[in-house]
């Protein structure tokens, strides 16, 4: 476990983690009311909570699979980053890609949020990378097997 530091600007106890198990918590809409998301409607939705990641550190915003499967609501830059030196509100950028309006209502869980570990990019300049078997061959280059 690591210590975040945080700033619970919203109605709503802290996210937990709901199994020994779970890789993330759940994070919650604070609205006033409850918001409508057309489809194909995406809206920044407001957590409450604003957190201190240490250095090498980031948070990961992801989609609820239940909101995904069952209603077809996303969050459309999935994985969101946050990172080590924001201190603003985490967001969520909701979409909606039903072909149904979806109702968010205050306090509903809309997000996943995943502590995850990173090291940043010193860049080397070589002319010659190494070659590999794949070479440059991309997209689906590899087969469905």
Do not use: C
């Given at each position: ?16 983690y709901a199994t020994t ?125």
């Amino acid at each position: 476990m690591i210590e975040v530091s945080v700033q619970n600007d919203s109605p709503y106890e802290l996210p937990a983690y709901a199994t020994t198990g779970s890789a993330g918590v759940d994070l919650k809409a604070v609205l006033d009311r409850p918001l409508v998301l057309n489809p194909l409607e995406r809206k920044i939705i407001g957590t409450g909570l604003k957190i201190a990641l240490p250095i090498g550190y980031e948070a990961q915003v992801r989609p609820r699979s239940g909101l995904a499967a069952k209603h077809g609501i996303s969050v459309l830059n999935s994985p969101g980053t946050i990172d080590a030196d924001y201190r603003g509100e985490v967001g969520v950028i909701l979409i909606n890609l039903s072909n149904d309006a979806f109702t968010i209502n205050p306090g509903e869980r809309i997000a996943q949020l995943v502590l995850a570990k990173h090291e940043q990019i010193q860049w080397k300049i070589d002319k010659n990378l190494s070659s590999t078997a794949r070479g440059s061959n991309g997209f689906g280059s590899t087969g469905k097997t």
